[in-house]
T-cell receptor
Framework: AQSVAQPEDQVNVAEGNPLTVKCTYSVSGNPYLFWYVQYPNRGLQFLLKYITGDNLVKGSYGFEAEFNKSQTSFHLKKPSALVSDSALYFCAVRGPGDTGRRALTFGSGTRLQVQP | EADIYQTPRYLVIGTGKKITLECSQTMGHDKMYWYQQDPGMELHLIHYSYGVNSTEKGDLSSESTVSRIRTEHFPLTLESARPSHTSQYLC????????????FGPGTRLTVL
């Protein structure tokens, strides 16, 4: 069975500082990894994904994530945080053995709070 | 912005009522999903469909039912709402293929009194 762990319930960072939101995963074989963001009273918005290729993936709103196979991690990063980045972030995984029918497995979410 | 819609956005209803939460997408996606999410908490898959007339239950047991008569439409029904059903319900869709992301609707926040 595949699983995702987001070890931090909340991350606090000052505006202009770099941010990291952590994610580790467990899956058989090569994973497909995703990051989503959820603003208050909204659905989830897709940020970026890793399928294959370059370990550093660039996504929307200046976010990027680094796939590390040896550490089974896919941490979300941004060089300079904005107050408007404050939201709930979800990491998700799907395994290669999946027929493609099933949904993603989501982490528990990390609340990012960027202080002005 | 993804073309996936949910209605109503907010619903407050009494115990015992039958309700249907609507979800539709205009992207021609074969796969559709329903998730249940308590505010600020993780998502739990309750139903999914990989095409017309095909539906399956997800990881979290739910008393709701779904149907998929048309590709673009995936409604969720509760025959008799209870306070324990109070939650946010998120609908999503995606193309065939393991590496494709899901697109989410805005959600329906349901409160059962």
């Amino acid at each position: 069975a595949q699983s995702v762990a987001q070890p931090e319930d909340q991350v606090n960072v000052a505006e202009g500082n770099p941010l990291t939101v952590k994610c580790t995963y467990s899956v058989s074989g090569n994973p497909y990894l995703f990051w989503y963001v959820q603003y208050p009273n909204r659905g989830l918005q897709f940020l970026l994904k890793y399928i294959t290729g370059d370990n550093l993936v660039k996504g929307s709103y200046g976010f990027e994530a680094e796939f590390n196979k040896s550490q089974t991690s896919f941490h979300l990063k941004k060089p300079s945080a904005l107050v408007s980045d404050s939201a709930l972030y979800f990491c998700a995984v799907r395994g290669p053995g999946d027929t493609g029918r099933r949904a993603l497995t989501f982490g528990s979410g990390t609340r990012l709070q960027v202080q002005p | 912005e993804a073309d996936i819609y949910q209605t109503p956005r907010y619903l407050v209803i009494g115990t015992g009522k039958k309700i249907t939460l609507e979800c539709s997408q205009t992207m021609g996606h074969d796969k559709m999903y329903w998730y249940q999410q308590d505010p600020g908490m993780e998502l739990h898959l309750i139903h999914y469909s990989y095409g017309v007339n095909s539906t399956e239950k997800g990881d979290l047991s739910s008393e709701s039912t779904v149907s998929r008569i048309r590709t673009e439409h995936f409604p969720l029904t509760l025959e008799s709402a209870r306070p324990s059903h109070t939650s946010q319900y998120l609908c999503a869709s995606g193309r065939q293929g393991t590496g494709n992301e899901q697109f989410f609707g805005p959600g329906t926040r349901l409160t059962v009194l």
